[in-house]
């Protein structure tokens, strides 16, 4: 297969692809750095304007159009993205470096993802509610908010916005997407599913840029009325700011530095397998990733032996390559940052058992992936999310301690147990203060029709996906009729 490089992606607005003023900027492939996926252009606030009030002028007859008909837009757009999965997932992979099984199958919940909320046109909207008066009708119907913003990360560059935009779309909002850089071409492809599908013009618009502004300039703009974010908890944080401050609807999902306990009943090679498979799948760069791994005493030394074995195995490579089981971080910066925490995890005495190093016969960011031992709370590598290959191993007595330490952290995304005992599940569940609560499962790993989204500063607070996307898109409005 070859897909079309050098190409220069525009931006879609008004139903019609536009360039924009502005610089070119150049997509490149992390395995290969010298290799170009694309070209995008850094565009204009004067662009996002020109985006935010198409959206504007086609919202009011998009929220009237009946919901089934709106449903059967996503329905084509799915059959779209379907038909394009393997050109869409080697663009994904040769432009953030994830594996090509996993960007197919991320490319496939893309799918499935536009199928669920194409469905939603069909589902109930409302209750009905017993009212005091028993001459009066009481019930519950929803409206969108209006053109509604999207900002997404560069780590799912398909199912992140597809998660969003899908139910925005169906719930009667007009959206104006503004893809991460580091994913700009993935991103580009997706929305020409969308365009695909036939949207009124207007309806769905797409914005290439910097974050500072075309992301800043959504957040602040007065006529979008939500703002949907997925990133980094500093910039998330500015965001969500900046729409309360205009008393915009905003819904922020973030960092995380999920833990993994297992305790000394656990079936230690699952447990093993799953660390490796949450920690190191994608390099690293999940929300979910398994970042600390938390064992008890009593099982340590077994569980350490099995899971270095399996570790020094990992075949770091191009994606592309079919023996590759782990790409190159998705960028230099990545890179960079990655290469740093090891470096702070060395002086502030943690040991590192193995990894951590380039691969020095390949030009790419590669950086095998790295177990580090005698790691202690307070240290930066278990405090701050590092997003990469990179597992610190931690030494607790009991399963009390071992929740406590895995709450001893300022996010909570996602928390794994690998235990086979009733009573250390339960406390866990009782104790645990994370959204994904996961038992003899890996920290990483979402079904799209259920919740999504995390406690403390991995969220604020909303949920994402399956039906908890309802409540972000749309407002209520509580009918009374006598
Ligand atoms: P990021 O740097 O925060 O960027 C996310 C998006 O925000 C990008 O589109 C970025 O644009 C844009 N942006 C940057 N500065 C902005 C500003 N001042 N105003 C408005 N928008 C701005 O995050 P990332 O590096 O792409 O992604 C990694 C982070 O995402 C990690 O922290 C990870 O945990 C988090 N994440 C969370 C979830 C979740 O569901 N909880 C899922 C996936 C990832 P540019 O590309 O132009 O910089
Ligand atoms: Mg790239």
């Not at 005091?132 to 009481?138: I, K, P, R, V, Y």
């Amino acid at each position: 297969m070859s897909i079309v490089t050098q190409q220069t992606y525009s931006n879609y607005i008004n139903g019609t692809w536009e360039s924009s003023a502005g610089d070119t900027k150049a997509s490149i492939n992390p395995a290969r750095p010298d290799e170009v996926v694309g070209y995008y252009t850094l565009s204009s606030a004067d662009t996002l304007n020109k985006a935010v009030e198409a959206g504007m002028a086609a919202k009011d007859a998009w929220r009237k159009m009946a919901e089934p008909a709106r449903g059967n837009i996503l329905f084509k757009a799915a059959d779209f993205l379907e038909g394009r999965l393997e050109e869409i997932a080697e663009t994904m992979t040769r432009e953030m470096g994830k594996t090509f099984p996993e960007a197919k199958g991320e490319t496939m919940r893309g799918v499935q993802l536009l199928r669920y909320y194409a469905g939603e046109g069909m589902r109930k909207n409302g209750d009905v509610i017993p009212s005091t008066d028993q001459e009066a009708l009481m019930f519950t119907t929803r409206t969108p908010l209006g053109v509604v913003g999207v900002i997404t990360p560069w780590n799912f560059p398909v199912a992140i916005p597809i998660w969003k935009i899908a139910p925005a779309l169906v719930y009667g909002n007009a959206v104006v997407f503004k893809p991460a850089q580091e994913a700009v071409i993935t991103a580009a492809k997706v929305m020409e599913c969308l365009a695909e599908a036939g949207f009124p013009e207007g309806v769905i618009n797409f914005v290439t840029g910097t974050g500072s502004v075309i992301g800043q300039g959504l957040a602040e703009h007065p006529h979008v009325h939500g703002i949907t974010f997925t990133g980094s908890e500093q910039v998330g944080r500015g965001i969500g700011q900046t729409a309360l401050s205009r008393g915009a609807k905003y819904q922020l999902e973030m960092g995380g530095k999920n833990p993994v306990i297992v305790t000394e009943d656990a079936d230690l090679d699952l447990a093993v397998n799953a660390t490796i498979s949450g920690g190191l799948k994608s390099t690293g760069q999940k929300c979910t990733a398994t970042s600390r791994v938390i064992v008890q005493s009593t099982v340590y030394d077994s569980f350490k032996e099995k899971l270095l074995e399996k570790v020094k195995d990992i075949k770091v490579g191009d994606g592309m390559k079919e023996d590759s089981w782990m790409g190159p971080c998705a960028s230099e910066s990545q890179f960079q940052t990655v290469s740093s925490y090891i470096e702070k995890g060395k002086e502030e005495g943690a040991e590192l058992l193995c990894g951590g190093e380039t691969v020095p016969e390949e030009k790419g960011y590669y950086i095998t992936p790295a177990v580090f031992d005698r790691v202690s709370p307070d240290m930066t590598i278990a405090r701050e999310e590092i997003f990469g290959p990179v597992l610190a191993l931690m030494k607790v007595e009991t399963v009390e301690e071992a929740i406590e330490l895995a709450n001893d952290t300022e996010y909570g995304l996602s928390a794994s147990i690998f235990t086979t005992s009733i009573q250390h599940f339960l406390s866990f569940l009782d104790d645990i203060e994370a959204g994904l609560v996961r038992i003899n499962a890996e920290s990483a790993g979402v079904e799209l029709q259920a919740p999504f989204g995390g406690m403390k500063n991995s969220s604020s607070h909303s949920r994402e996906q399956g039906e908890a996307a309802k409540e972000f898109f749309t407002s209520i409005k509580t009918v009374f009729v006598k």
